[in-house]
């Protein structure tokens, strides 16, 4: 069966540390990945996104990367702060068309 | 520009009531997404639109819920009738299309169904 996996346990780091996010997937062949951020209460708000023949993207402190042979994509914020703390969810395009299927999500938490 | 704009924020209803959602998306965005989010899960498509075509409804539980998009603009979903399991966040996006593009989500509409 298909399927997006992030890490189910919220990850704790300490402010100024480089936070990485893992996600997973299975029986998909996306073209594109993208990651988004959600805050309690509000929608997801776009943040990345990467191509399949692309190795790593940068944004700012964010930087993404997609491995299509392990089916994996990191995502990494450097120099964190107490304002990254959110729940940060990959989604893949899949189907060849416009459908945007998206991961279970990590709760960040950044600590002073 | 005004983003997606989804009412309302909040909805409590009684189990075997109706109930509907609203979604206004981005001007000009020909894609637009219903997700169902439970608590501590990431959004579930229920339905995607092109223009006022539901092109992959697959996810919709289709005996108690139905979704439209007339002309291919504003959307409305609706259950009929709700269960205590229907209790999550309705999210509603839109995009321009293509994999390359960002989706744009509403707020959402959070749902209590007693």
């Known amino acids: 069966s298909q399927k997006i996996e992030q890490n189910s346990e919220a990850l704790n780091i300490q402010e100024g540390k480089t936070a990485t996010l893992t996600c997973n997937y299975t029986?998909?062949?996306?073209?594109?990945l993208q990651w988004y951020r959600q805050d309690p209460g509000r929608g997801p708000v776009f943040l990345l996104l990467?191509?399949?023949?692309?190795k790593e993207k940068r944004k700012e402190r964010l930087k993404v990367t997609f491995d299509t042979t392990l089916k994996q994509s990191l995502f990494h914020i450097t120099a964190s702060q107490p304002a990254d703390s959110a729940t940060y969810l990959c989604?893949?395009?899949?189907?060849?068309?416009?459908?945007?299927?998206f991961g279970t999500g990590t709760q960040l938490k950044v600590e002073l | 520009e005004a983003g997606v704009v989804q009412s309302p924020r909040y909805k409590i209803i009684e189990k075997k009531q109706p109930v509907a959602f609203w979604c206004n998306p981005i001007s000009g965005h020909n894609t637009l997404y219903w997700y169902r989010q439970n608590l501590g899960q990431g959004p579930e498509l229920l339905i995607r639109y092109e223009n006022e075509e539901a092109v992959d409804d697959s996810q919709l539980p289709k005996d108690r819920f139905s979704a439209e998009r007339l002309k291919g603009v504003d959307s409305t979903l609706k259950i009929q009738p709700a269960e205590l399991g229907d209790s999550a966040v309705y999210l509603c996006?839109?995009?321009?299309?293509?994999?390359?593009?960002?989706?744009?989500f509403g707020q959402g509409t959070r749902l209590t169904v007693v």
């Open positions: 029986n998909y062949s996306p073209a594109y």
């Open positions: 989604a893949l395009y899949t189907g060849g068309g416009n459908k945007l299927t």
């Open positions: 996006a839109s995009s321009s299309g293509g994999g390359n593009t960002e989706a744009f």
């Open positions: 990467i191509r399949e023949n692309e």
